[in-house]
C-alpha cells in the first residue's frame, strides 16, 4: 500500500469470526488495526487512539455502525471517513446509510481485495490532502513574510529616498550658495572703491534677503569707524539717523567682533533718546568687517524697519560675505 506513514484503522463489528477475518486481512507494517465488538467499545478505543478510518457493520448488538459514525464524528474533532458494511440488502436501510457518505459502502459476503483497496486509496487520499493542507501553510506564511519583508523594503526605500531628497536639496542649496560666493568675489575683485564694495555687498543682500537699509563705517586714519555710506531702498535714511543708529553698536563689536542680530525695540536704551520712537518693529543685523583675528576695519549695519525681520538664513548669509568683503575694504586701503 502507498502509505506514507503507519495508520490506524478502527474495526467494529459484533461477530468474533467477521471481526477477526478483517483484521487479519488488513492489518500490515504500515496499518494497526483495533477491533471493537459494540459501539461503546468502538468509542473508547477512539477516545484513546484516534483512527484514521474506520470499519463499521451496520448493524450492531447495542447500536448501528451509523449511530457509531455519527457519535465518533461529534466527540472527534474532525471528520473520520468510514467503510460501512451490512449483510441487509433493504433499499431503505441502504439509502440511510448513504446520508452519511461513507467512503464506500459494501455488501456481505465481503470482497477483502475491493476492502484493502478503498481503505489503500482512501489513506492516499488523505495524505495527498494533509500535505497539501500543509504545503498551503506553508506558502501562506512564506506569503505573509514576503509581504512583511515587501513593506519594510518599501518603507526602507521611502525613507532612502526622503533622506535622498533631503540631501539633494541641502547639497543643492549649497551649491547655489557657493554660485553666489563665487559671483560675489568677483564682483569684490572688480571693485576699485569702497564704495563699488558696499553697493556689491548690498545688491546681494536685497536680491537674496529683500529690502533693507544700511550703513557702512570704515576705520579712519586713526582707526576709528566713521560713517563711509549711507544705502537703502527706495532711499537711504538720513545721515543723521544713520550715525545714531550705527555707532552705539561699535563697542558691541569691538568686544564681540561676530555677525549679531538684534531688536532695536529691545535694546532702545543703548540708541540716543531723539531716535528711540523710531526704534520698535526695527531689526539690525551687524556684520564687522575682520579681515584677520583680533583686527575689525569696519562695520555694516543693516536694519528693516516693520517688515519681516532678519532670520537665521540672514545671518548665514553675512557671516559667509563678511570675510571676503573685510578683504575687499583692506585691499583697497
Do not use: W
Not at 531628497?165 to 547639497?171: E, F, I, N, S
Not at 536680491?207 to 533693507?212: A, E, P, R, T, Y
Not at 563705517?217 to 543708529?245: H, K, N, T, W, Y
Not at 549679531?260 to 564687522?288: N, Q
Amino acid at each position: 500500500m502507498a502509505v506514507q506513514k503507519k495508520v490506524r484503522v478502527l474495526v467494529v463489528d459484533d461477530e468474533q469470526a467477521v471481526r477477526q477475518m478483517l483484521c487479519d486481512a488488513l492489518a500490515s507494517e504500515q496499518i494497526t488495526v483495533d477491533a471493537a465488538a459494540s459501539g461503546q467499545e468502538a468509542m473508547k478505543l477512539a477516545r484513546k487512539n484516534r483512527p484514521d478510518i474506520i470499519v463499521a457493520d451496520l448493524m450492531l448488538g447495542d447500536c448501528t455502525g451509523l449511530e457509531v459514525i455519527d457519535s465518533l464524528h461529534s466527540d472527534i474533532s474532525g471528520d473520520i471517513p468510514a467503510v460501512v458494511i451490512t449483510g441487509v440488502g433493504d433499499p431503505e436501510v441502504l439509502t440511510e446509510a448513504s446520508r452519511y457518505r461513507p467512503v464506500e459502502l459494501m455488501t456481505k459476503p465481503l470482497d477483502l481485495d475491493r476492502l484493502g483497496k478503498t481503505i489503500a486509496e482512501e489513506l492516499a487520499r488523505q495524505s495527498g490532502y494533509r500535505c497539501a493542507k500543509r504545503r498551503t501553510r506553508r506558502l501562506r506564511r512564506l506569503a505573509r513574510q514576503v509581504n512583511i519583508d515587501r513593506k519594510t523594503i518599501q518603507g526602507r526605500l521611502e525613507t532612502t529616498c526622503a533622506d535622498l531628497t533631503v540631501a539633494y536639496r541641502a547639497l543643492s542649496g549649497q551649491m547655489a550658495i557657493q554660485q553666489v560666493m563665487i559671483a560675489y568675489q568677483r564682483e569684490l575683485i572688480a571693485a576699485k572703491t569702497d564704495d563699488d564694495v558696499f553697493r556689491s555687498l548690498f545688491r546681494l543682500v536685497v536680491h537674496h534677503s529683500g529690502s533693507v537699509y544700511g550703513v557702512a563705517m570704515v576705520c579712519d586714519a586713526r582707526a576709528e569707524l566713521q560713517i563711509a555710506g549711507r544705502f537703502g531702498v527706495p532711499q537711504p535714511d538720513e545721515a543723521a539717523f544713520c550715525s545714531a543708529l550705527a555707532k552705539p553698536l561699535v563697542d558691541a563689536v569691538l568686544t564681540v567682533p561676530q555677525c549679531t542680530l538684534m531688536d532695536a525695540g529691545d535694546k532702545a536704551d543703548l540708541f540716543d533718546e531723539a531716535i528711540r520712537k523710531f526704534l520698535p518693529g526695527l531689526s539690525i543685523l551687524a556684520v564687522p568687517l575682520v579681515p584677520a583675528p583680533g583686527e575689525l576695519i569696519g562695520l555694516v549695519v543693516l536694519y528693516r524697519k516693520d517688515e519681516q525681520p532678519f532670520t537665521d538664513a540672514d545671518l548665514a548669509l553675512a557671516e559667509m560675505i563678511a570675510p571676503p568683503t573685510a578683504a575687499a575694504v583692506r585691499r583697497n586701503d
